[in-house]
């Protein structure tokens, strides 16, 4: 770039990068973008100016390499950890990029991850042939004397457009590489609400979003199963029980009944008596138990029933967040969309208060006594009723996470301690045996 227009750059991105950030949403509340320039070492002073101009308010999470290739053998590792790790590739196309061997690797190395590229033209690349991977992309142009502010709005804009389902895709593939580099270990794959989040996410992929990877679909597909027969296992093994402590009763009822002939023959009166005795009460107890197990694994298979319906109602939830995510990407709004500071919020508080409500419900039903639900925020005196509604988005947020954690975890233990060996209490107990509450 000509030397007097890279100094009206500095210039303007001094003065206007506040303005920049006025026409977007308050990038505090939204999730950090983490987006990889891929730059020629000649055009070092253009792409310091964007990393600068996006990394200003936070809202983005830039990577550069700034090594040279000569400086080790490993840079294709390095620059392939740093684009698979990043949501969006941005490509700063320049008569020395095109013409750059590594610019058009690194071009060909996110396209074969699905990584959307957003390329910038900062210059007339005059017959230099740009890497083919960029032939059919929308450019954002900085080139021809063009605004750089106008430019870094439209850059910024264009990186936030679908940027959920985008994120999500460098999650699940982070996750799906780790899992294929370990051999594919069943401990690292998805699970619970996981999983339903993921199958979600493949079926609302937006027009105009990179497609998911052969990996994220096997990934996806392996967790399912995994869980499937998890779910299936642990049905399995509560039948087996109940079928094991039936045999066990009848063989049992078979030994008391031996011991009433033998002690109707005559046999030995007072020893056959103590016999008798512990035998009537050894099947006594080995009936509550029987009756005690029957119980639990009844209550497990009741605890994995209701676990599946909260799951697919967490699915469907999510399924509608997806859809429909909060503070998604919008365009920049024009001077006359200015709305006034009045902000309606009685169905944010409507949506607070129902979720404290399932929270609440939730962990009385799990038995979980420690958990206090988060401090909700107040107006100050003189707080505009916007500010206030995104404190509350911040909050409903906040809550929604703690939720989906206290599905997906294992509702805590209660400790039976053992009761120690005594003939009439095991009878009264099989008599009137003890409530068994899910919680247990």
């Known amino acids: 770039m000509p030397a007097n227009v890279l100094g009206t750059t500095r210039m303007a991105a001094a003065d206007g990068l506040r303005s920049v950030a006025t026409l977007e949403p308050d990038a505090s509340h939204a999730p950090r973008l983490k ?3 891929s730059y020629s070492r000649t055009d070092t002073a253009f792409a310091d100016e964007i990393v600068a101009g996006l990394e200003y308010d936070g809202g ?7 090594h040279s290739i000569h400086e080790g053998e490993a ?4 620059l392939s950890g740093l684009i698979a790790s990043a949501d969006i590739i941005v490509f700063l196309l320049t008569k020395s990029s095109a013409k750059s061997d590594l610019c058009r690797w690194e071009a060909e190395h996110a396209k074969g991850l699905s990584k959307r590229l957003v390329p910038v033209l900062v210059e007339t690349v005059d017959g230099e042939a740009a890497p083919t991977t960029l032939s059919a992309l929308h450019y954002v142009r900085f080139d021809e004397g063009r605004s750089f502010m106008q430019g870094l709005a ?5 990186l936030r457009a679908d940027f959920a389902w985008v994120q999500e ?8 590489q780790e899992w294929d580099a370990a051999g594919r270990s069943e401990n690292r794959l998805l699970s619970g609400a996981d999983i339903v989040a993921a199958k979600a996410w493949l079926e609302h992929r937006p027009a105009d979003a990179p497609p998911p990877l052969e990996l994220h679909h096997t990934y996806i597909a392996a967790s399912e199963q995994a869980e499937t027969a998890r779910l299936s296992e642990d049905r399995q093994q509560a039948e087996a029980l109940k079928n094991a402590l039936a045999r066990s009763k009848r063989a049992l009822m078979a030994t008391v009944i031996v011991g009433l002939i033998a002690a109707a023959a005559g046999l030995a009166a007072g020893v056959l008596y103590f016999q008798t005795r512990d035998i009537g009460a050894r099947a006594e107890r080995a009936v509550f138990e029987r009756d005690l197990f029957i119980k639990e694994a009844e209550t497990r298979e009741l605890e994995l029933t209701q676990q599946i319906a909260a799951l697919d109602a967490e699915r469907a939830r999510l399924s509608a967040l997806v859809a429909n995510p909060p503070g998604g990407p919008s365009e920049p709004p024009t001077p006359t969309d200015v709305t006034p500071e009045d902000v309606d919020l009685a169905p944010l508080n409507q949506r607070v208060n ?4 399932n929270l609440q419900g939730l962990a009385a039903k799990r038995g979980d006594s420690k958990w206090v639900a988060p401090v909700r925020p107040s107006r100050d005196a003189g707080q505009s009723s916007k500010a206030y509604a995104q404190e509350l988005e911040a909050y409903l947020a906040d809550l929604d996470r703690q939720y989906l954690t206290m599905l997906k975890s294992p509702p805590p233990q209660r400790q039976r301690l053992p009761q120690p060996y005594n003939p009439s209490i095991l009878k009264q107990q099989a008599i009137s045996p003890p409530a068994i509450s899910p919680s247990n």
């Open 75 to 78: 840079w294709r590792d390095r």
């Open 154 to 158: 439209a850059l910024r804009s264009a």
């Open 60 to 66: 983005f999470e830039v990577f550069i390499d700034r």
């Open 354 to 357: 129902e979720l404290l409500t």
């Open 35 to 37: 987006v990889f320039v």
């Open 169 to 176: 895709h460098t999650r699940l593939l982070m996750r799906a």
